[in-house]
Nanobody
Framework: QVQLVESGGGLVQAGGSLRLTCAAS????????MGWYRQVPGKQRELVAR???????NYADSVKGRFTISRDNAKNTVYLQMNSLKPEDTGVYYC??????????????WGQGTQVTVSS
């Protein structure tokens, strides 16, 4: 059993900052890519940023230069620092992780989602 627990969402004014945290716990053997996705009503969930175990990152064009993804492998945790927030960044942010469990099976896990609202 593996859980991803997110925190750090909330309401912020345009131009402000938030930091999202996602901690993985449970029967984890190893974690490969971790990432953050965003979903707004009526649209598909879309990639915001992701990071490999070795620290290679990629970002959606809309957040490049404003958001930074990082991870602490020792803590099985991924972070998303969001600066210069815009109203269009509003949505539910989901953590995602590709995890090999202790029975050596590969799964794709999702967090419960955390709401980010940016007011204009």
């Amino acid at each position: 059993q593996v859980q991803l627990v997110e925190s750090g969402g909330g309401l912020v004014q345009a131009g402000g900052s938030l930091r999202l945290t996602c901690a993985a716990s449970g029967s984890i053997f190893s974690i490969n890519t971790m990432g953050w996705y965003r979903q707004v009503p009526g649209k598909q969930r879309e990639l915001v940023a992701r990071i490999t175990t070795g620290g290679i990152t990629n970002y959606a064009d809309s957040v490049k230069g404003r958001f930074t993804i990082s991870r602490d492998n020792a803590k099985n945790t991924v972070y998303l620092q969001m600066n210069s927030l815009k109203p269009e960044d509003t949505g539910v942010y989901y953590c995602n992780a590709h995890i090999v469990t202790t029975d050596l099976k590969w799964y794709d896990y999702w967090g419960q989602g955390t709401q980010v609202t940016v007011s204009s």
